[in-house]
């Protein structure tokens, strides 16, 4: 394993890897570059479906042209709309997977960034829209000049979650500095 297989994206990657399969339907909550978004496309495949989100044009725009390069199929929508409208373009426990990446579009303007109202909006409707085993992966960025109230609301929230119902996994890299990434995974039970 390389050292690069221990960022926070390839922990989810290898957890979303296990959980989704062929056939699948995922959200992208995040859309950002598009990294997710490819991922989950390929391995939902063809006849699976992704829905992806971002309130940026420029995410939209790198995405597609990602994903024309990359797939040799459509499988994908590319929605320019907030993740807390979701439940407006999917129906309750349709969703086999669903993905956050909290904070900024990497090399984007900082200033527009993921805010904790609509990120607990958009996680309660995930909580809706996903189906029973299905799981949600959350990874929350908060250094910098980004997100620290987002943290301690997604974390809170997180640890609100009836343990009947979910499933809920936080990690930390312990021991480095300067607010390192937090991965949450979410399982309905």
Request: net charge negative; hydrophobic share 35%; glycine share 8%.
């Amino acid at each position: 394993m390389n050292r690069k297989d221990y960022q926070i994206t390839a922990w989810c990657r290898r957890l979303m890897g296990e959980h989704v399969q062929k056939g699948a339907f995922c959200i992208d909550a995040t859309m950002g570059n598009g990294n997710d978004t490819e991922y989950l496309c390929t391995l939902a495949g063809e006849e699976g479906c992704v829905l992806a989100f971002d309130i940026q044009q420029k995410a939209l725009e790198h995405t597609r042209n990602r994903l024309e390069k990359s797939l040799d199929f459509c499988n994908y929508e590319l929605i320019l709309d907030s993740h807390s409208r979701m439940e407006q373009y999917a129906g309750p426990e349709s969703a086999d997977c669903i993905v956050f990446n909290l904070g900024y579009l990497p090399g984007g303007d900082h200033t527009v960034a993921t805010k904790p109202a609509a990120t607990i909006q958009a996680l309660e409707q995930s909580l809706t829209l996903l189906k029973r085993g299905g799981l949600m992966s959350v990874c929350i960025y908060s250094g910098g000049d980004s997100g620290y109230e987002e943290k301690e609301t997604v974390l809170k929230w997180l640890k609100g979650l009836d343990s009947r119902k979910y499933l809920v996994l936080v990690t930390q890299y312990y021991n480095r500095p300067n607010d390192p990434p937090i991965p949450a995974v979410v399982i309905k039970l």
